[in-house]
């Protein structure tokens, strides 16, 4: 599976963490000053760290370019970042792959 392949090449994650399920989310975005539209595939991975340690050996130059940092996130907090979180459903979208997790019954995160 590419998510997987991907998230090795951009994070160091281990790939097992993604599960084997998809949400299609219809995008409409700008990245790199040219538009895209499309239909992706999201998926959903589980660590068992809250926070595990990424490396970026994996990313290619222009992804070094243009991926300057990473933060952890709680889905809690989502709302309170300065940028909008793409795509502006997340939680539903996280509601659809992980519907006992936490974003659906207003738990912690």
Not at 64 to 88: C, F, Y
Request: proline share 7%; hydrophobic share 40%.
């Amino acid at each position: 599976m590419a998510a997987r392949r991907e998230l090795v090449e951009e994070t160091g994650l281990d790939p097992a963490a993604v599960l084997d399920r998809s949400v299609l989310v219809d995008r409409d975005v700008q990245w790199n000053g040219k538009r895209h539209i499309g239909t992706e595939h999201f998926f959903v991975a589980q660590f068992a760290d809250e926070q595990p340690s990424l490396v970026r050996t994996g990313l290619l130059p222009d992804e070094q370019a243009n991926l300057d940092t990473h933060a952890w996130i709680a889905w809690s907090d989502l709302g309170s970042l300065p940028d909008p979180v793409e795509p502006p459903q997340l939680l539903t979208v996280l509601g659809t792959l992980v519907p006992d997790g936490s974003w659906c019954d207003g738990g912690s995160a």
